[in-house]
């Protein structure tokens, strides 16, 4: 199934989601709304924001009497958490395209993409603090340091080719993973479950998270660049030691580890011998393999949760993460 067809169930919630999204953009400042919009209508499959929609339907969320439901403030909220990474991700990789056209740091200059960046920073603190449940401030605000602390365990990452596996998983958890979690855990708070449901979910949110980010390392060296909408290889161009280089480094031969440690130092390869090299050994096996248990576990914190449609599009989502091809 494709993440359309499985996000059905709230296809109005989403829409709702986007007039908020829309609503606290409009800035009088033009450059703000411009690049806002901008980066905000460039596709993607929203499955964060989706994630706090369809886990607070799962809960049983109660509708609130205010102009902008809070599941849907919170899903707009993410999104604009999650937006602001990009554009700073993308001026700190020098990356010229994502999601099938050029990046806003490429259309509009570095400046404008930092500084925009800022502003929906900054406006989702604005939107969280609206919600008036300071679980959520203590959640959204914790996620928002370790998505940062994330980032500068990247940096510190590249061109090292001596990253274990250790130090790049929690970089998977701390810069990607944990916005899942979040997205997950905000999605329950707002159903004043109990306790158990609430790390339920959170678990279901960080692991599935794990696992997206996984099969994003597999299919950047066997997908190709229109399916998925950035430059295949552009970890590698990078410098960035994710979990197949690491493996082929840890199993491969005496040449093909010099090969990849020579691409990570330099971030000039040939990009085909290293492509083989991957292939040759059971690098790619072993991420997804990984990636698969990450899904089991997402699957497994779901069992406490009462049956309905949107208990099935989670547990279809879990499936998503890993059997997607971009």
């Keep these: 199934m494709s993440a359309t067809q499985i996000l059905s169930p709230i296809t109005k919630d989403m829409e709702a989601v986007d007039f908020v999204i829309r609503s606290y953009l ?12 901008y980066i905000i209508s460039s ?3 929203r499955l964060r924001p989706a994630l706090v929609v369809m886990m607070a339907n799962a809960l049983g969320y109660q509708q609130v009497e205010r ?3 809070d599941h849907h403030v919170l899903a707009a909220t993410i999104e604009f958490i999650h937006t602001s990474t990009l554009l700073h991700d993308d001026v700190v990789d020098e990356s010229d395209l994502r999601r099938g056209r050029e990046t806003a740091n490429a259309v509009f200059g570095n400046a404008a993409s930092v500084l925009v960046g800022d502003y929906l920073y900054s406006r989702s603190f604005e939107m969280m603090v609206s919600v008036n ?7 959204l605000s914790q996620a928002t340091t370790v998505i940062a602390e994330g980032e500068v365990l990247q ?8 990253v274990s596996v250790e130090r ?3 970089v998977v958890r701390y810069k990607t993973a944990k916005l899942f979690e979040a997205s997950a855990e905000v999605g329950a708070i707002i159903c004043d479950v109990t306790p158990e449901l609430r790390e339920a979910a959170a678990a279901y949110g960080r692991h599935m998270g794990t696992a997206f980010q996984l099969i994003d390392d597999v299919l950047d060296y066997s997908g190709d660049a229109e399916a998925l909408g950035k430059n295949v290889g552009d970890d590698l161009r990078e410098g960035k030691p ?3 280089l690491i493996r082929v480094m840890n199993q491969g031969t005496a040449e093909q580890a010099e090969l990849i440690r020579n691409a990570i130092e330099t971030g000039d390869a040939d990009f085909k011998a290293v492509a083989e090299a991957i292939k040759s050994t059971d690098a790619l096996q072993y991420t ?4 698969e248990k990450e899904s089991e576990l997402a699957i497994d914190a779901l069992e406490a949760f009462p049956d309905s449609i949107y208990k099935q599009s989670l547990l279809q989502l879990a499936r998503f993460a890993i059997e997607r091809d971009n």
């Design 26 to 37: 409009n800035s009088e400042v033009v450059m703000i709304r411009t690049v806002g919009e």
């Design 67 to 69: 102009e902008f439901q």
């Design 155 to 162: 940096l510190l990452n590249v061109h090292d080719p001596d």
């Design 168 to 170: 790049y998983m929690q």
């Design 288 to 291: 997804r393999q990984i990636a």
């Design 242 to 244: 994710t979990l197949p």
């Design 133 to 139: 449940r300071m679980e959520i401030l203590q959640v």
């Design 43 to 45: 596709g993607g499959k």
